[in-house]
């Protein structure tokens, strides 16, 4: 099982043919994602060949054809695509969105940083009334191993397994992912770490509860805002599987941003202190460290 992204999903990649774009598809493709076209209406009808290290696979380089359509509606028609993930400049974030959304399509995953903050609220809102999800902005997309990557998570460092991740941090993401790679992952989702992003701790927190196969969820915050907070107190009232968190900032200067756009401490609102406190008070065990916390995950799964 996993949440929102499955070996079935069908991928389209808003921005493939830029560079980032390029790059990212031929990693996708490579873990076994079914990209199935690229988006960009100054090239539709073409056929951009990739040349896949199939390295999960046990295979060679196999190259793959992936067809270009000219909005994410006639891709959408032609293969079937419910998940779109976009790798367009800050100032197209916005009409790229809103265009997916129009198109009906599922799941939007926007990679793109440094979209400002009312395009941000804008297309969030207009998304979630069209029934869209958006995972990001500013993220590294999401992952189920052995399954799908949509995003830039690397696919290599971890494998299937009961642990479920929630992360407002990218590189966090994928350290967790490594230092519990013996166990494995059934979805890791890189929400991202602006002041406003699509999809929150709470919403996985709800699909890894719902979720059969997730034994325990990983929860990784940071300094700035109340989102851990407020998910601190949704694990209060709805969340029976064991919940493990991690806080990046401990250490961070008041008043100054620390890599993320919504990773600021005003006074005494945000800190990483407060938040480790509200998370324990619900019985979320908190690691100082990331291996810690790796240790604090295999001690709640051995039961100790």
Sequence with gaps: ?????????????????????MKHTRRMLAAGTNVVGGVNPRK???????????????????????????SVADGMRATGAD????????????????????????LAVVITEGIPVHDSVAFTAYAKGKGTRVVGPNCPGLITPGQSNAGIIPADITK?????LVSKSGTLTYQLMYELRDIGFSTCVGIGGDPVVGTTHIDCLAAFQ??????????????????????AAYVREHVTKPVVGYIAGFT?????????AGAIVSGSS???AAKKEALEAVGVSVGSTPTETAKLVLARLDGR
Excluded: N, W
Excluded at 44 to 62: H, K, S
Excluded at 160 to 164: A, E, L, N
Excluded at 213 to 230: H, P, Q
Excluded at 252 to 260: C, R, S, V
């Design 270 to 272: 945000g800190t990483a």
């Design 44 to 70: 539709a009808g073409r056929t951009v060949d990739f040349d896949v290290p199939q390295c999960l696979r046990g295979l060679g380089d196999v190259p793959m054809a992936v067809p270009v359509f000219g």
């Design 83 to 106: 998940v779109t993930v976009l790798f367009v400049p800050p100032a197209f974030a916005k009409a790229a969105v809103v265009e997916a959304a129009d198109a009906g399509i599922g």
């Design 252 to 260: 961070a200067p008041e008043g100054k941003t620390m890599g993320h």
């Design 210 to 231: 719902d979720d059969p196969d997730t034994e325990l969820i990983v929860l990784i915050g940071e300094i700035g805002g109340d989102a851990e907070e407020r998910a």
């Design 1 to 21: 099982m996993a949440i929102y992204l499955t070996k079935e999903s069908k991928v389209l990649v808003q921005g493939m043919t830029g560079g980032e774009g």
């Design 160 to 164: 299937p397994g009961r642990i479920g």
